[in-house]
């Protein structure tokens, strides 16, 4: 079965731009969480959606927003970009609950 | 709060020689604890998981509540076990959560 798909691959945007980075989770999926991985921080947790609905959120601005869709396919929003945002950006999707969470190969990010 | 700390970022052996991969973690409440490892150019995946008690591909790992550790070990390194290897803690604090923290890493070589 196909895996989680991240799109785009690789995005390259200027201080100041918004962009939109898209998961598709496995199918019959219905959790998806996104993590943002840096060198200095590691992989930290940005939030998870359930069924459409925001469970769950971590320590970012709210320039950091998200959405999950009814066919359970998410975005996450980055708005007002900063350099400081580059950064490869996970997303991970699961059944349910104590279920395994699945990585996709991620979105890398960089802000100039 | 939840904290996961791997001292070691960099680990190197030879092949055929034991390794441990350190993880220690904070949390007030019960956890749940997994090793996640990430082979070159490959997407994270999960390697294993406490409540499982298994050991995947030579790998073993004991939950110490004791000690709050959850060290990663294998009696026996081989050259196809280099990777990033991150261990991640989930808690639970009411309800449904599905907030993994990671610790940042350790990179694992083991030479020939």
């Known amino acids: 079965k196909a895996g989680v798909t991240q799109t785009p691959r690789y995005l390259i945007k200027t201080r100041g731009q918004q962009v939109t980075l898209s998961c598709s989770p496995i199918?019959?999926?219905?959790?998806v969480s996104w993590y943002q991985q840096t060198p200095g921080q590691g992989l930290q947790f940005l939030f998870e959606?359930?069924?459409?609905?925001?469970?769950n959120k971590g320590n970012f601005p709210g320039r950091f927003s998200g959405r999950q869709f009814s066919n359970s396919r998410s975005e996450m929003n980055v708005s007002t970009l900063e350099l400081g945002d580059s950064a490869l950006y996970l997303c991970?999707?699961?059944?349910?609950?104590?279920?395994?969470?699945?990585f996709g190969q991620g979105t890398r990010l960089t802000v100039v | 709060a939840q904290r996961v700390t791997q001292p070691e970022k960099l680990l190197s052996v030879f092949k055929g020689a034991p390794v441990e991969l350190k993880c220690n973690y904070s949390?007030?409440?019960?956890?749940?604890l997994f090793w996640y490892v990430q082979y070159s150019r490959q997407r994270l995946q999960l390697l294993l998981r406490?409540?499982s008690r298994e050991s995947i591909k030579g790998f073993t790992a004991d939950l110490n509540k004791g000690e709050t550790s959850f060290h990663l070990k294998k009696p026996f390194a081989q050259e196809e076990d280099s990777a990033m290897y991150y261990c991640?803690?989930?808690?639970?604090?009411?309800?449904?959560?599905?907030?993994?923290?990671f610790g940042k890493g350790t990179l694992l070589t083991v030479n020939p």
């Open positions: 959606y359930f069924s459409e609905t925001q469970r």
């Open positions: 406490h409540i």
């Open positions: 991640a803690l989930r808690g639970y604090s009411g309800g449904s959560n599905y907030k993994l923290t």
């Open positions: 991970a999707s699961r059944k349910g609950e104590n279920t395994e969470a699945f």
């Open positions: 199918s019959g999926h219905r959790s």
């Open positions: 949390y007030s409440g019960s956890p749940e």
